[in-house]
Each structure stands twice: as C-alpha cells, then as structure tokens.
C-alpha cells in the first residue's frame, strides 16, 4: 500500500521527496448501538481497512487536497486561511475540518500540504470512513507539526469537527475506535467517562462477517440528529422523577418503573432502547469473557429487534440480512450496525457455516431486494499509523 500511496502521490503531485504516508482504520461496532452520545457503552473495534494518505508539507499555505477514491473530482484547492466548509468542497470538508478544529484548539497550522488520500472501506457502507479520514488527518498534524496531542486527543478532535464544521452531531464511538484501535481486540467503552479497556476477541471457530445492503437511505444525517434530539427529551422527561445524568446511568428496571413520565410515545420508544442496548453491551462483554458466545449472539440479536423497533433506525434491507441470518444454523449472531438507515449488518458465523451464509443471504436478498449484498469476512486491526 504504501507504493500504491507514494506512486499515486508522484502522478498527481510530482515527486516522492519528503512524502509520508499514513493510515487510520475504519471500524465496526459489535453491540452497543445509539449508545455513546447517551452516556452509555459501545463495544466497537477497528478494522484492518481504512484511509490512507501520501503527504508533503508546503512551503505556503496552500492546501491541495485529492483522493485516488474521486479521481474524476480532481484536486481540491483551497488554503489555511479559508477553513471554511462549501458544499462544493465534498469530501474535502472532513479534513479541512479536522484542520480547523486543531486551530480552534489553539494549534495553529504553521504550513499547508499537499495530500493524496486513499480509501478502502466501501463507501456508505457505515464502517466509518468519515472517522477515519478525520483521525487520520488529525495523526498527519500531530506527526507533521509537533503538536501535543494523545490518540484520544485526536478522537475528540475529530468529533468536535464533524459536530461543528460538518453538521452532524455525532457521539465518539467512531472517531475512538479508529484512534485507539488495538489488533485482535474491541474496545469497551464508557462513553460518560471515556475509561475504556481492550477485550481480546478470540473467535475459536468463528468469523466475523460484514453484510452490505448498498442502500443508503436518504436524509441520514437528519434522522441521525433527530435520534439524539427524541433520546434527550426522553432523558430531561426521567430526570423530573429520577435522579440521573444520562440514560446510561439507568437500569432497566428504574427506567420500568419511571417510564410514565416520558408522555411522548416516540421519546419513550428511544429512552427504552437507550436504556436496554447499554445493559446489553455490558451483559454481551461479560459474556465474551465467560466465553459464553451463545449469550453475546442472542444479545447482538436483541439488539438488532431493539433498533428495528425501538430506535427505528434500522430499514427494511438491513432487516432482511439480519432476520434471514437468525435462521441459518451456525450463525452466532446477526444485527445491523453503526448509524443506520441503510449500510451492514455485523454477524458471528461459525466457520463452517460461513458459505451457506453467503449464499443463503445472497439468494433471499436477490429474491427480496433484487441486489446481490457483498460480505467482508473482517479482521481487527491496530489504530493510526505511519507506514
Ligand atoms: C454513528 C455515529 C456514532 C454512533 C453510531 C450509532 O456511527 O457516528 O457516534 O452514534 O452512529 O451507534
């Protein structure tokens, strides 16, 4: 890869002299699902694919931004002094935001750059290409200029840019777990804390397999917020009758027993899932460390139920990839994963069932939906990089 990223630098930019290249990972998360921006737990882990970057600091302060994924887009020109986003700009908003975001925090860019990125997370999948670039643009600064700035840093960094120069008001599950991403283990995270530890994923005999509708439904980013307004109005409705800080903070049997005091049926709808999908995340890694699989599986599964019905933010494709896959003997479990409204679902099959999973799935998904789904059987991977 990384001849690949210095030669595609050389064709666009000219030269291989001072150029570096980066990567950051893309990442899926295994169960705690709308979670993280209600102070609950996620259980994501960074994946061995993800954005790459060939990079050459300027001597002004220009700044030439092109990806090898958009060739046809050209190279993006824009400069330090204009850290703006333009709708025109496109994918460039992500790392010029990340950028912004360092000088909003005091970091001055002291140059611009010269950058050909490279990603191979399929895109719109939901395996959080976004959060890699953004992590991956906030290592390129740390790396280039000096800054102070630890990984987690960088996660925060990348979080507040895509809230206030992208518009979408994200949690910190994904930029985390491309920043901290440990090869062969998920991360169990706290998100009212940001205490995290690394938990070894040791499959014995199983894979983890990625499941992609290729539907991306429309309005995602609105319906994304949406969630997280419906999730706060549920939290301020409790916390007139019980004392707590986020959702995260309740059992399930508290939120039972104060429940009422959410009037509006769709808030209460989205305060339940909040609730349950984070005892859930905390039940599933308790099981992965009992080595009791089977109970991770049916969590994962009642999560998928949960976000179907519950948080509806999983759609009719996703449904059918993940309801199909409960039927087929060898799966472990099966549920939609990351934001929702279209992209994967995340599966634990056992290697043996791992074909008939493929073609069970690929025939009812042409039958239903008229698509063939495309399936990455995934490995986890380490978290930024030089290469
Ligand atoms: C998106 C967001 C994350 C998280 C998930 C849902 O991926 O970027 O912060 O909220 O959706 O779990």
């Known amino acids: 890869m990384k001849q690949f990223m210095l030669d595609e630098f050389k064709k666009v930019f000219g030269g291989k002299d001072g150029v570096k290249v980066y990567f950051a990972p893309g990442r899926v998360n295994l169960i705690g699902e709308h979670t993280d921006y209600n102070g609950g737990h996620v259980f994501p882990c960074a994946l061995t694919i993800g954005t790459y970057a060939a990079v050459r600091v300027r001597n002004d302060r220009e700044l030439n931004l092109y990806s090898s994924n958009f060739e046809s887009m050209g ?12 709708p025109e700009a496109d994918w460039t908003n992500y790392p010029k935001g990340v ?9 001055k860019l002291p140059s611009g750059m010269d950058i050909v990125f490279y990603g191979d997370i399929p895109a ?4 959080s290409s976004s959060a890699s670039i953004e992590v991956l643009t906030g290592f390129i600064l740390r790396e280039s200029f000096g800054f102070k700035a630890e990984n987690k840093d960088l996660a925060l960094i990348g979080q507040f840019s895509e809230n206030n120069f992208n518009g979408c008001n994200c949690g910190i599950m994904d930029q985390f777990a491309s920043a901290m991403g440990k090869k062969d283990n998920a991360i169990f995270l706290d998100t009212a804390t940001l205490n995290f530890e690394y938990a070894p994923i040791k499959l014995e005999g199983a894979k983890i397999v990625v499941t992609n509708s290729l539907v991306k439904h429309s309005l995602v ?8 307004n419906e999730s706060a109005g549920a939290l301020k409705a409790l916390q007139t009758v019980i004392d ?3 959702l995260g903070d309740l059992t399930e049997e508290e939120f039972e027993a104060h429940k009422d005091a959410i009037t509006d049926e769709i808030q209460r ?4 899932h909040a609730v349950y999908e984070n005892q859930r995340t905390i039940k599933a890694v308790a099981a992965l460390k009992a080595k009791d699989l089977e109970t991770f ?3 994962m599964n009642a999560s998928h139920v949960s976000l179907r019905d519950d948080y509806e933010t999983s759609c009719e494709e996703c449904d059918i990839l993940a309801e199909t896959a409960w039927t087929i003997p060898g799966v472990i479990g099966s549920r939609i994963t990351g934001g929702g409204f279209g992209g994967c679902t995340v599966s634990i099959v056992k290697d043996e069932a791992v074909e008939t999973f493929k073609e069970t799935l690929s025939k009812v998904y042409l039958e239903k939906v008229g698509k ?7 490995e986890i991977g380490d978290g930024p990089r030089a290469l």
């Open 99 to 107: 950028m912004w975001a360092f000088e909003e925090r005091g970091m």
């Open 244 to 246: 707590c800080k986020t």
């Open 297 to 299: 599986g049916k969590l």
């Open 75 to 86: 190279i993006i020109k824009t400069s330090l002094d204009d850290l703006k986003p333009y």
């Open 124 to 127: 719109g999948s939901g395996l």
């Open 221 to 228: 980013t609105s319906a994304y917020n949406d969630r997280r």
């Open 269 to 272: 709808k989205r305060g339940k």
């Open 372 to 378: 063939t789904p495309e399936f990455y059987v995934v």
